[in-house]
């Protein structure tokens, strides 16, 4: 089965990067990067020693309920190019493991789905996940502090 990984949609991140509300109504925090593990979620690769970057509060689903996390999140200050949607593992998931993670339709975690696996066969995980009618989407998540990394979905 053939799979994409999906970062931040242009139009959000472009809103973010011009001082637009976070998930909580705050204005993104502005910082320079030290280069060591600030992942862009646009660009999916990490943000360079000297560049600025921004923190804010991030919610990867179309509404509230119990299961919409919000968490904090990294992006370029300036505008960066979005990552293309590939089969590849992004160049920005350099941890040994990550949670990977199944939502059904309705936005919701699908019960047994999760589980905190090694970095090179997230791919291999989400395919199994895929073959099941109940994932529509899956979340590639910190293992060590569940922040949102990236989305996966059927091709």
């Known amino acids: ?3 994409q990984f999906k970062a931040l949609p242009r139009e959000q991140v472009r809103k973010l990067q011009r001082g637009g509300p976070d998930a909580y109504g705050q204005t993104p925090e502005q910082r320079i990067s030290d280069g060591d593990g600030m992942p862009c979620r646009h660009c999916l690769k990490n943000i360079a020693a000297g560049d600025a970057y921004l923190i804010l509060a991030y919610r990867p689903f179309p509404e509230l309920q119990p299961y919409a996390e919000t968490g904090p ?17 992004p160049e920005v998931l350099e941890s040994p493991d990550y949670i990977v993670r199944g939502y059904g339709n309705d936005d919701r975690i699908v019960y047994g789905s999760g589980g905190v696996i090694p970095t090179d066969a997230i791919a291999a995980r989400a395919e199994t996940l895929f073959e099941r009618d109940d994932i529509a989407y ?3 998540r910190s293992a060590r502090n569940n922040c949102y990394q990236c989305r996966i979905e059927r091709a």
């Open 1 to 3: 089965m053939a799979i």
């Open 138 to 140: 899956v979340h590639v």
């Open 73 to 89: 999140i990294f992006l370029h200050a300036e505008e960066c190019e979005r990552a293309a949607e590939t089969e590849l593992l």
